[in-house]
């Protein structure tokens, strides 16, 4: 059949229509490519040919309160592989696996993966500065070194508890590593380059270097000496009592700021794969439950004045040695009792019978009220992982045998934490701050402060007034009574001693105790408060005994280094028998040999240099105070001599 060419010239010009529209979309296709999505397009094309190298980001450091550095990093870079790029990949890996001490077939496996990127390990991983150099000095292609740090705690063990340490990857795991990491570990940055298909380096382009931003640095609230202070006493404190582990905590109690927390046994943060798991992930000052004892009575005697119960000078009891609540029977840690006393004696005698009483003129309702306002029961809140909540017992099984064991410090469970808090609130005026050990943050570049922890006031729980009478009276526990052992020469010194039984296998232990002492000073103005507590040690197991004088030890020497200086007036310290009593050195200059040999009544031995009849000078000076018994050293010269003006 023939076709027309009115037919053909129909179809060539319908043939050129479609031709004209195809190519007019496929102008306009390329225009749209070019000029509206081109760049988005040569973007996504040049992130299919981007390779990176990381650059790790440095961690933010931790100082303490003065700026000492108690972690910080170190550089150590570490090995990767861009596996296209390696040219001989036996010679590389036998070359590599020398330098490393690597097996060469696990570095040949390693660099023969189909990756982009692949790291080296574990032998490239985090290695010193000067295996990188000698792999630079290698110049295998392929083959770099990416810019890495490792954290480094310069004082061994010193407070690991609290800071805690890092895995591999620079990660907190432990301690205010883990509580903070989101804001120590900064932003990794980043050495960029373009690559073909192959992750051959494309010719003609350059690399680009996107720098890390560095984490923030953290200042504690944990002062360096305290805490050495600290450290060092616990230390020898295990070596003397063999104990299965020991707790100190030191705190301002004006605003809840944590000077010092120690526990034994201890690690080095650098090497805790080398320790038992439960040492590093239990930080046990505010970990470890257990019955308080005696330290608690704090509580009861508070929550006592506050609702006016008692009068500690006037009203009296009378200790039998045991009291009969409920069918059981309470005794007294003295046999035979205390006999009469007033309730400040039943305060510095830690007499249990005596807190039953105060206990029951509360009532459940009353007593337990406190114990909870007083942070009892519950978390502190302080901003480290792992903290217990300790045991209280539910209302609605509280008997008079309940209320009376609480009154004295048994049958509750607490945690170091919560009693430190707790007495710091029952010391500092009545108020109950929230312990905490983070204190500001600070730009790493300009040391700028970028934030700061302010102190935070939970609620009031007693009146100033009765603060004041709580001090008070656990200011002559210290003088007068079960705690003498923390009194310090020249310092007023307020403090508690506890004894407790320790629960095992849900009944009371007849030879395992926890002993502690809490004790705070000045005790008119309080400045720090420190609390020690002694698990199982070997001996006596007696708080007053065990942990009052490393309380005593503590203090003696963290008081002078936080510039709070002796004064005059302190209450007496009573002498038992056998112990030595401190005494102040008078003035001999000017006396005659005669007159001091009638004045020093026995006080003291006196060694003599020089001759003649009259002091020209003594060692130690008048008013040093000295053990009773010391020897003065006096220098002798007659009144009209030369060496009267030397």
């Known amino acids: 059949m023939k076709v027309s060419n009115v037919t053909i010239r129909r179809r060539l010009f319908i043939a050129l229509l479609i031709a004209v529209l195809a190519f007019t979309m496929l102008a306009g296709r390329l225009s749209y490519v070019q000029l509206w999505t081109g760049e988005e397009l040569a973007a996504k094309a040049e992130n299919s040919w981007r390779r990176e190298i990381p650059f790790s980001a440095k961690r933010g450091e931790i100082w303490d309160r003065n700026g000492a550095q108690l972690a910080y990093n170190i550089s150590s870079p570490t090995i990767m592989a861009i596996p296209a790029q390696v040219k001989d990949a036996e010679s590389t890996a036998n070359q590599l696996a020398g330098v490393l001490g690597m097996p060469p077939e696990k570095v040949l496996a390693t660099i023969k993966k189909k990756q982009l990127i692949v790291r080296i390990q574990p032998g490239g991983r985090k290695i010193t500065t000067e295996k990188a150099q000698k792999v630079r000095d290698l110049n295998l292609p392929g083959i770099v070194v990416a810019e890495d740090n490792k954290r480094y705690y310069p004082l061994g063990s010193f407070a690991s508890h609290v800071l805690g340490f890092t895995g591999i990857d620079n990660q907190g795991l432990t301690g205010i590593e883990a509580k903070y990491n989101d804001k120590l570990e900064g932003i990794n940055g980043n050495i960029s380059f373009l690559a073909d298909a192959k992750g051959r380096q494309m010719p003609g382009s350059s690399d680009t270097f996107l720098k890390p931003r560095d984490g923030l640095n953290l200042e504690l609230t944990i002062d360096k000496q305290v805490q050495m202070i600290m450290e060092r006493e616990l230390d020898q404190a295990m070596v003397k009592f063999q104990a299965n582990s ?84 309470l005794r007294c840690w003295k046999k035979g009792g205390h006999g009469s006393q007033s309730f400040l004696e039943v ?32 978390k502190t809140g302080i901003d480290l992982g792992g903290e217990e909540n300790g045991i209280m017992f539910k209302m609605s099984r509280v008997g008079p045998v309940e209320l009376a064991t609480t009154a004295f410090g048994q049958g509750v469970s607490v945690t170091p934490i919560q009693q430190i808090a707790a007495v710091s609130a029952a010391v500092n005026g009545g108020i109950l701050y929230k312990p905490h050990v983070a204190k500001a943050w600070i730009n790493p570049d300009t040391g700028d402060v970028v934030d700061e922890v302010e102190p935070e006031a939970v609620r009031r729980v007693i009146s100033e007034q009765t603060s004041a009478l709580v001090r008070e009276a656990l200011e002559t526990v210290v003088a007068k009574g079960t705690g003498r052992n923390a009194f310090i020469d020249g310092y007023r010194v307020g403090g508690k001693t506890g004894t407790a039984q320790k629960v095992i296998n849900g009944r009371y232990s007849p030879n395992e105790h926890i002993v502690s002492f809490i004790g705070f ?59 030595t009593k401190i005494v102040t050195v008078p003035n001999l200059v000017g006396k005659t040999v005669s007159d001091i040999y ?20 003594q060692a130690p000076a008048a008013g040093a105070r000295v053990e009773r018994g010391s020897t003065i050293r006096i220098y002798l010269a007659n009144e009209n001599d030369e060496s009267h003006n030397h």
């Open 246 to 329: 020991i707790i100190a905590i030191a705190m301002d109690p004006t605003n809840g700021e944590v000077l010092g927390m120690a526990s034994r046994p201890s690690y080095e943060p650098d090497k805790y794969r080398e320790v038992d798991s439960q040492i590093y992930n239990r930080n046990l000052p505010i970990w470890m439950t257990y019955e308080p004892g005696s330290t608690f009575k704090i509580i009861t005697l508070s929550a006592a004045l506050e609702e006016g119960k008692v009068d500690l000078k006037h009203d009296h009891f009378f200790d039998p040695g045991a009291v009969e609540i409920g069918g059981a029977r």
């Open 347 to 378: 305060v510095q005698n830690s007499c249990n019978p005596g807190f039953v009483a105060l206990g029951n003129k509360l009532g459940k309702e009353k007593l337990f009220s406190y114990i909870k306002d007083f942070g009892f029961g519950k």
């Open 521 to 579: 000073a000045p005790a008119d103005d309080p400045k720090i408060v420190v609390y020690v507590a002694v698990d199982n040690p070997q001996g006596i197991q007696f708080g007053g005994v065990v942990a009052a004088p490393i309380v005593h030890n503590i203090m003696a020497d963290a008081l002078p280094y936080l510039g709070i200086q002796p004064r005059k007036k302190q209450i007496e310290r009573e002498y038992k028998y056998g112990e």
């Open 598 to 617: 009638e004045d020093l009544n026995m006080n003291f031995n006196l060694t003599s240099a020089g001759s003649g009849n009259t002091v020209i000078r």
